[in-house]
């Protein structure tokens, strides 16, 4: 048995570790004051531009954001970090005008979450009645940019995204994947109350098991968005809502249950940021391209080879009726590499033989985390 008294621990002096700590805020400032006169250097070297639109470079933000995860060695996690660094991008840009970005509102939706993880709390969010409103508005330049919901993984495609891209001129610039937590709220907060429900229908999809278990007579009324639902689930006692945490917040809706009650524990949206031009490789990128073709044997074959000839990845592949001729149909494909890389370029000339017609969607970064 040891004799030796065990070492005192010192204990740290509380005052002299929050002066610590207020040096460091003040350094942290500083440095973020400068960061912000840089960037309006960039701007001025940029001259005289039409709008904010015209500073704003996707591929540059991805390739600082990616910086961030690549430096980090903790404590604090990689998302958090990106999220303070995509707050001090967007309060820099803002320094010219706050970007105008178009989403699925009303407020409170899981597409407005998208649109402040994506471009930070000082872009201007301008939220639209619906999908189409958003591509509507972005081609015709009220809006910057738009974000729409495009997959579920676990409900699969927005279909009525997809169909849009069939007409539509607009580019995919960016994507974004949101970690999806569906809530049942109501005025009330008692479960005992609930007589209906309102949600948007990939809601009540995402949370059909527990639904099933646990409000088996509750009527399932579908409305245009989750922030819609609360909206209305306001109203009345016996009424509730299936919607994200800000939507609660939005409207003075109590959780009827703690947890979130979507059936699958990685329930993720994933988003795509629409623009009016092409922007450049960021080192990291994705592809989607829409391929026409003819109803003929081996028409798949032919549309996907190229790019297993020329070693490119394919991320995802959806098909959909053309609406130009019977029994023709556009698929689109998400491939991993940018428009302006060669392999990239050889592969779609090969294609050209074989499709009707080749519609390249856009060439954006790939979501950080």
Not at 36 to 62: S, W
Request: with cysteine; proline share 5%; glycine share 8%.
């Amino acid at each position: 048995m040891s004799n030796k008294t065990d070492p005192v621990v010192q204990q740290p002096d509380l005052a002299e570790v929050r002066a610590r700590i207020d040096a460091i805020d003040r350094q942290i400032q500083a440095l973020i004051a400068e960061r912000a006169r840089f960037a309006h250097q960039v701007g001025k070297a940029k001259g005289k531009l039409a709008a904010a639109v015209d500073y704003y470079r996707p591929e540059r933000e991805a390739q600082v954001l990616r910086m961030v995860v690549d430096r980090n060695e903790g404590p604090l996690s990689d998302e958090l970090l990106v999220h303070v660094f995509r707050e001090i991008m967007s309060a820099c840009l803002a320094q010219q005008e706050p970007l105008k970005i178009g989403y699925l509102g009303p407020e409170g939706t899981f597409s407005q979450q998208a649109v402040l993880k994506h471009f930070g709390r000082s872009a201007h969010g301008l939220p639209m009645a619906s999908i189409e409103e958003v591509f509507q508005e972005v081609e015709a330049g009220h809006a910057d940019f738009g974000v729409v919901p495009v997959e579920n993984s676990g409900e699969g495609t927005i279909q009525v995204t997809l169909d849009m891209f069939l007409t539509s001129n607009l580019k995919i610039c960016g994507e974004v994947e949101l970690r999806v937590r569906q809530y049942l709220m109501s005025r009330s907060g008692r479960i005992e109350d609930i007589e209906r429900i309102y949600s948007h229908p990939q809601s009540f999809a995402q949370t059909q098991g527990w639904l099933r278990s646990n409000l088996p007579r509750a009527e399932k009324i579908p409305v245009s968005s989750n922030a819609e639902g609360a909206r209305r689930a306001r109203n009345a006692d016996d009424a509730a809502a299936i919607a994200g945490e800000s939507a609660g917040l939005v409207y003075g809706l109590k959780k009827v249950v703690t947890d979130s009650i979507e059936d699958r524990a990685d329930n993720t949206t994933r988003f795509l940021v629409l623009g009016r031009q092409l922007f450049p490789p960021s080192g990291h990128d994705r592809t989607s391209v829409l391929v026409f073709v003819k109803d003929q044997p081996g028409a798949l074959f032919n549309v996907l080879s190229p790019f297993a000839r020329h070693g490119i990845s394919m991320n995802r592949i959806e098909s959909r009726p053309s609406h130009q001729a019977r029994w023709e149909y556009g698929f689109f494909i998400d491939l991993a590499g940018h428009v302006e890389d060669a392999a990239m370029k050889d592969a779609l000339a090969e294609l050209d033989a074989h499709a009707a017609a080749i519609k390249v969607l856009g060439s954006y970064p790939v979501a950080v985390p």
